[in-house]
């Protein structure tokens, strides 16, 4: 079993450097057996969100490893979920926490995150979202509401995702709790340079999603497992291209969320904390062509606030 480091937070956190995502279409008994695998392997962080409706597969997962005895508590897991942007209203936050508990079949989670800074009309269930059912959110309002998830105790820490440094700069003027943690999108194709700087200054820890791009979704692309550059890498490095894109992430100084529910990849992604890149390596990969994956306008349609976001990040 893999051993992955830890990163301190600025509460005092401890977080997985690699964790598992399980936004999938796979279905609930393969991403249940999914979850099981990964213990298995030695992953401890899982990212879940209400709106990828694989709370109640993770939990059932977390609690199989338990009676299994792969893991003998839940607290050596580190599980992160989201506010769906269904409940990105003020008087609805708790009740969103709340609802992705009972999914999870958990008493809390460790981190807690706004999805995105904006907000849905609760009854959306297709993509794209009619331009009627998307709206600015009420950060102020939203954030109060996170706050008090964490002083219940529902989360023991609350972060964002998909925040530009204007939106966090927003958020940390009235913030009586500041954010944790960021998770963007960030890969070889899209460094966030800018961004991770700004967080590095604020505080805020980088969890990239994405890291090989999305590969196998609608929205997503495979330019970095099929990058000739990265591939020459690997190569010489007897590693496979996910493994030098993820070490690449992993040595800017941020924490991975991957998701693969292959045995053998999963286990390939976990493996990259024994070697490293020399300099030449990862300056030919700093001179990669940027492509972002995840444009936010593909997936929710081209409206005013969510061009505003994919402009942004």
Known sequence: MATVPMASLSNGQLIPVMGMGTMSA??????????V???RAGYRHFDTSYSYGTEKPLGEGIREALEAGVIKSRDELFITSKLSCGFADPPVVVDGIRGSLRNLGLEYVDMYLIHMPLKLNPQVRRIPVAKEDI???????????MEEGQRLGLTKAIGVSNFSPRRLQE???FAQIPPVINQVEMSPLWHQNKLREFCKQKGIHITAYSPLGAVGTFWGHNKIVDSDVIAEIAKLKGKTSAQIALRW???KGV???AKSFDKERMRQNIDIFDWSLTEE????IDQLPQHKAVVFANIYGPHDV????DAEL
Do not use: C, N, Q
């Open 171 to 173: 958020l940390l003027s």
């Open 249 to 251: 992430v992993y040595e």
């Open 26 to 35: 796979a279905g609930p008994e393969a991403t249940r057996a999914a979850i």
């Open 37 to 39: 695998e990964a213990i």
């Open 255 to 257: 924490s991975i969320v």
């Open 281 to 284: 390596e990862s300056a030919k």
């Open 306 to 309: 969510v061009l505003d976001l």
């Open 135 to 145: 709206f600015a959110m009420d950060l102020k309002g939203v954030w109060e509401g």
